[in-house]
């Protein structure tokens, strides 16, 4: 029997379960607390809450039948004290319900619905080459404590249509060491207690292709899944080898790459919807080494709500990221964040509803932010600083519904060019180009401005604590209507 549980202390998001169409699940609320849980169903494709099930304040236990399957999950949507015990789980026993074999051979098994159950991992290039199931009802699921589930040592190895689950018994999903050529289609990895995939002293691999389209869930957990853990859990964590050519497309949930003593090399995100309400949608850490050539198109979505940055990149050298959409829901930290990245490219791309659309921070050079529509920030909606040759082009500003926010905010900054911007303010938007007073900036170049309805200045420079603007020029195509007061220069200029 499957089962999955939440202890409440806070307001906050159980895991997600899974139930099979037609199937009945049992629901449980147990504690002494004050409080509210909510019993809620997640769209398969981007994890959104479609329906409310059933809402308890005291202790209950209940039955509920799906009759078309999906997605389940409990949420304290408010907490006073005490500790709220929740519970999902079904009525199946699944020692009765293991998948039918339909074959089986040292180059490829194929499964059929039910849950496979192993208590030692399967080597992919050893034990099989290829393993294919029922997308959405083949789990390979640890029914022992091991350290992987699939264990990838082998070339042109292949997993398609399975839900590969931990069963917080295992610690990372797949393992890959000395691959050439992985192909990863329709595959859900769930409920491991390190990481989803873990790639180690490998010797040139050359990673893989992981493709999840169709509703079929997450790559790796959500961050609605974890605890005070979220920060030390990778989806992708790379440690000590070479890793080239990792394309993940239409994947979803909440994704997390991470480098250690790696060269980790070409990497696309393409399409997929990372949907998530507490931390970010994609974010890349790198400790000792760069990532580099990373990418973003296909017309990927990152929602969140409320809570730090929605993609997140961080050291990366090299890359192209357009044809994307971020969404702050309510008012997210960051929408877009790039962190001591160099020689990239941001193009033809939206964000909204941030405290800061696009923040721009560390020692950043040479990057290009073009065809930009920054919507509805509540405090920058372009901010950068401590950056070295930064083009910002063709920036679209809308109005905010906030009440203290600006336009594009440079701080700090050598040989930044603005080239292009069409600003739409209203009375909650102050100045659209703003050299903040807190550091020097050198080489500024501003041309082709056009703004209306901003409550302050147009384009201000501010040196209230002495600090030097060098270099600066204003071209000639700028025009603005109902502006406070125009272009302003501090006299400590």
Not at 186 to 197: A, F, K, P, S
């Amino acid at each position: 029997m499957s089962t999955t549980s939440k202890s409440f202390t806070a307001t906050g998001f159980g895991p997600v379960f899974r139930a099979r169409k037609g199937e009945s699940f049992n629901y449980s609320v147990a504690g002494t607390f004050v409080g509210t849980v909510v019993l809620e169903k997640l769209d398969g494709a981007s994890l959104n809450v479609i329906d409310t099930i059933t809402t308890k304040t005291a202790a209950a236990t209940g039955n509920v039948t799906s009759y078309e399957g999906g997605l389940y999950r409990w949420r304290c949507s408010a907490f006073t004290s005490g500790t709220i015990e929740t519970a999902l789980s079904d009525s199946i026993d699944e020692g009765d319900d293991n998948p039918v074999v339909i074959e089986k051979n040292v180059n490829e098994w194929r499964l059929g619905p039910g849950i496979f159950e192993i208590t030692s991992e399967i080597v992919l290039g050893t034990d099989v080459k290829r393993i294919i199931g029922v997308p959405g009802q083949t789990t390979i699921k640890a029914a022992a404590t091991i350290t992987n589930i699939i264990n990838a040592t082998g070339d042109d190895c292949y997993l398609e249509g399975l839900i590969i689950d931990g069963g917080s018994l295992a610690k990372k999903g797949i393992r890959i060491s000395g691959v050439d050529g992985l192909t990863v289609k329709d595959v859900v990895i769930q409920n491991t207690t390190e990481n989803c995939v873990y790639g180690t002293s490998g010797d040139n691999v050359k990673l893989i292709r992981v493709k999840c389209p169709d509703g079929l869930g997450a790559i790796g957990k959500t961050f609605d899944d974890m605890d005070a853990e979220a920060w030390v859990w990778q989806n992708f964590y790379f440690d000590n080898g070479i890793f080239n050519n990792l394309l993940l497309e239409d994947c979803e949930g909440a994704l997390l790459v991470k480098s250690n003593n790696a060269v980790v090399d070409n990497v696309k995100v393409w399409g997929g919807k990372y949907s998530n309400q507490e931390k970010m949608g994609i974010e890349v850490l790198n400790d000792t080494t760069n990532v580099t050539n990373f990418y973003i198109g296909g017309g990927l979505e990152a929602k969140g709500n409320g809570y730090n940055a929605q993609i997140s990149l961080n050291a990366i050298d090299g890359g192209d990221c357009s044809d994307f959409y971020i969404d702050g829901v309510d008012n997210s930290t960051y929408g877009l964040e790039v962190i001591s990245c160099s020689n990239m490219n941001f193009h033809d791309y939206r964000v909204k509803e941030c405290s800061r659309n696009v923040l721009v921070s560390g020692t950043t050079t040479d990057l290009t932010f073009d065809n930009q529509i920054l919507e509805a920030a509540t405090g920058h909606y372009f901010f950068v600083q401590d950056a070295d040759r930064v083009d910002i082009l063709n920036t679209t500003i809308t109005t905010s519904d906030g009440t203290n926010a600006y336009g594009i905010t440079i701080t700090n900054c050598d040989y930044t060019r603005v080239d292009g911007v069409n600003g739409f303010g209203n009375s909650a938007v102050k100045k659209l180009i703003y050299l903040n007073h807190s550091a020097n900036h050198n080489d500024v170049s501003i041309d082709n401005i056009h703004a209306v309805n901003f409550s302050e200045h147009l384009i201000y420079f501010d040196a209230s604590t002495a600090v030097t603007l060098t270099r600066y020029r204003v071209g000639d195509n700028i025009t603005a209507l109902s502006i406070g007061s125009g272009i302003g220069i501090d006299t400590d200029v």
